[in-house]
């Protein structure tokens, strides 16, 4: 796995794609009010950050090959990705304190 600050450039780039993805794709996308754990946002961040983490591991392990120029992008890409996801399931777009996250 990559070291958050072996390539500082590297890693910011990926945290602001993933963060920065999710974050759009929230307020582009999701509705207001609907908590449901479908939403967009929560889809996009918490997949694609689950597949840049996976991509990752795969390549540090040998199973694949990335560029190494590339290795720490995907590492922080899905790691930042899948934090604001995660972040979006639990805090709807315009939600109060009283609402929590539903499955439908």
Known sequence: MAQLASKPLESAVGIGAGAGGTLLVRDHFDQVGDNSIFRPSVLYGLGLGSLALGADM????????????????????????????????????????????SMG
């Open 58 to 101: 795969a390549s540090g392990r040998g199973m694949m090959s990335v560029p190494k120029q590339y290795d720490d992008v995907l590492f922080t890409f899905g790691l930042s990705a899948f934090t604001t996801g995660a972040f979006s399931a639990l805090t709807p777009k315009g939600a109060t304190s009283s609402q929590k996250p």
